[in-house]
Nanobody, 119 residues
Framework: QVNLLESGGGSVQAGGSLRLSCKPSGYIYTSYCLGWFRQAPGKERERVATIDSRGRNTAYADSVQDRFTVSRDNAKNILYLQMNSLKAEDTAMYYC????????????WGQGTQVTVSS
């Protein structure tokens, strides 16, 4: 069974940047779509960004548009999320996930990495 392992979380001041990485414990086929999600305490999980299998098409939540960038390196089998101009409201647990069918159903999940932004 493949698991995903996120890294790169931490604490940063508002306006700062972080880059999250996600690497599977096994092989994630390059045909999989990938995504980043987040969940803050007391809130529902939110889809942050998604990327197609080749990395050509991306989509973002309105709340992070123009501040976050999702990318993937299929040669290294790694997913990234570059987060700039961070805001206090970006504070959450961030999860990466894989969608083996690219039909919008993410069926492989990581355990999350905490991002805390202080104002």
């Amino acid at each position: 069974q493949v698991n995903l392992l996120e890294s790169g979380g931490g604490s940063v001041q508002a306006g700062g940047s972080l880059r999250l990485s996600c690497k599977p414990s096994g092989y994630i086929y390059t045909s999989y779509c990938l995504g980043w999600f987040r969940q803050a305490p007391g809130k529902e999980r939110e889809r942050v960004a998604t990327i197609d299998s080749r990395g050509r098409n991306t989509a973002y939540a309105d709340s992070v548009q123009d501040r976050f960038t999702v990318s993937r390196d299929n040669a290294k089998n790694i997913l990234y999320l570059q987060m700039n101009s961070l805001k206090a409201e970006d504070t959450a647990m961030y999860y990466c996930a894989a969608d083996s069918t690219c039909l919008g159903e993410f069926d492989i999940w990581g355990q999350g990495t905490q991002v805390t932004v202080s104002s």
